[in-house]
Nanobody, 129 residues
Framework: QVQLVESGGGLVQAGGSLRISCVAS????????????MGWFRQAAGQEREFVAA???????YYSDRVKGRFTISRDNAKSTVYLQMNSLKPEDTAVYYC???????????????????WGQGTQVTVSS
């Protein structure tokens, strides 16, 4: 069982930046963190959860069109941590951001939240206008 804990959310003005983090922990018998595809999703009030970004086992990255060029996902396997650097934030980026992990996901499913087995509790990001 993988546990994911997000941190770093908060209130920021439009145009500002924020970096959120997600630390993974698992029993020693579990696969190494580097074996997991890591994703970030977000859910605004009253809306469905949407894909934000994903990073593969070889650190290949994937972004939604809404954040491409503004957000950067990265991972530090030594720290079992994935980051989401968010720049040029907009009020429409306001949401709860969730970290997700999966060991067996395939490339074509990276954007599907139903494909991930493990989820964090979420961290709130609020962008004021």
């Amino acid at each position: 069982q993988v546990q994911l804990v997000e941190s770093g959310g908060g209130l920021v003005q439009a145009g500002g930046s924020l970096r959120i983090s997600c630390v993974a922990s698992a029993p020693s018998s579990a696969p190494s963190f580097r074996r997991y595809v890591m994703g970030w999703f977000r859910q605004a009030a009253g809306q469905e959860r949407e894909f934000v970004a994903a990073i593969g086992r070889t650190s290949s990255t994937y972004y939604s069109d809404r954040v491409k060029g503004r957000f950067t996902i990265s991972r530090d396997n030594a720290k079992s941590t994935v980051y989401l650097q968010m720049n040029s934030l907009k009020p429409e980026d306001t949401a709860v951001y969730y970290c997700a992990a999966d060991q067996s996901i395939i490339l074509s499913d990276y954007r599907q939240y139903t494909a991930y087995d493990y989820w964090g509790q979420g961290t709130q990001v609020t962008v004021s206008s």
